[in-house]
């Protein structure tokens, strides 16, 4: 098993430009959270999905959106980004029985120019 | 509103001696907690949880809910623990699994 994947490992966009991230869960897990982390600060949640919907949501704008699929993977999609999106972006694993309990992917790192 | 603080950026110990990483949080109600470790070049992983009460590469951390207080504590450290760490909180019901993270702890272990 090789845990969380995401990908792509890096992305350079532009102001303005919509990007997709994309996550597998670690095997056995049927829920996806995903995370902001900026230079020199900790994650901060963006949403969770399981079962295909979006369980639970931080304080993110609707620029942020995400989608899971059948298989559980997942996307996060961001419109119209600003400069201030750049950072690394990370998606964690877990069951919904202990959803605390997240394994992490190695992240995205996304840098808008 | 729920929070976590780490007050130390940056814990500098030298190998053999105690280390101890504070981890303060506010939330109202029965929160779980977390601390999750990053070593250099590798993920964000989990180190322990309060409800396993077990002891982690010899880590312990004990919840404190009359202080609010994780703090992570380890009474001989290695070299291999240089890292950063993270304090977090899970709430419960509503919350359960959104993970509210504290700013880390960079601990660096000199021989």
């Known amino acids: 098993d090789a845990g969380v994947t995401q990908s792509p490992t890096h992305l350079i966009k532009t102001r303005g430009q919509q990007v997709t991230l994309r996550c597998s869960p670690k095997s056995g897990h049927d829920t996806v959270s995903w995370y902001q982390q900026a230079l020199g600060q900790g994650p901060q949640f963006i949403f969770q999905?399981?079962?295909?919907?979006?369980?639970q949501r931080g304080n993110f704008p609707d620029r942020f959106s995400g989608h899971q699929f059948p298989n559980y993977s997942s996307e996060l999609n961001v419109n119209a980004l600003l400069r201030g999106d750049s950072a690394l972006y990370l998606c964690?694993?877990?069951?919904?029985?202990?959803?605390?309990?997240?394994?992490f992917g190695p992240g995205t790192r996304l840098t808008v120019t | 509103a729920q929070r976590v603080t780490q007050p130390e950026k940056l814990l500098s110990v030298f190998k053999g001696a105690p280390v101890e990483l504070k981890c303060n949080y506010s939330y109202s109600g029965s929160p779980e907690l977390f601390w999750y470790v990053q070593y250099s070049r590798q993920r964000l992983q989990l180190l322990l949880r309060?409800?396993s009460r077990e002891s982690i590469k010899g880590f312990t951390a004990d919840l404190n809910k009359g202080e609010t207080s994780f703090h992570l504590k380890k009474p001989f450290a290695q070299e291999e623990d240089s890292a950063m760490y993270y304090c977090a909180l899970s709430g419960s019901t509503d919350s359960w699994g959104k993970l509210q993270f504290g700013a880390g702890t960079q601990v660096v272990v000199t021989p």
């Open positions: 309060h409800i």
């Open positions: 999905y399981y079962e295909e919907e979006e369980r």
């Open positions: 964690a694993s877990s069951s919904i029985q202990g959803p605390g309990e997240q394994y």
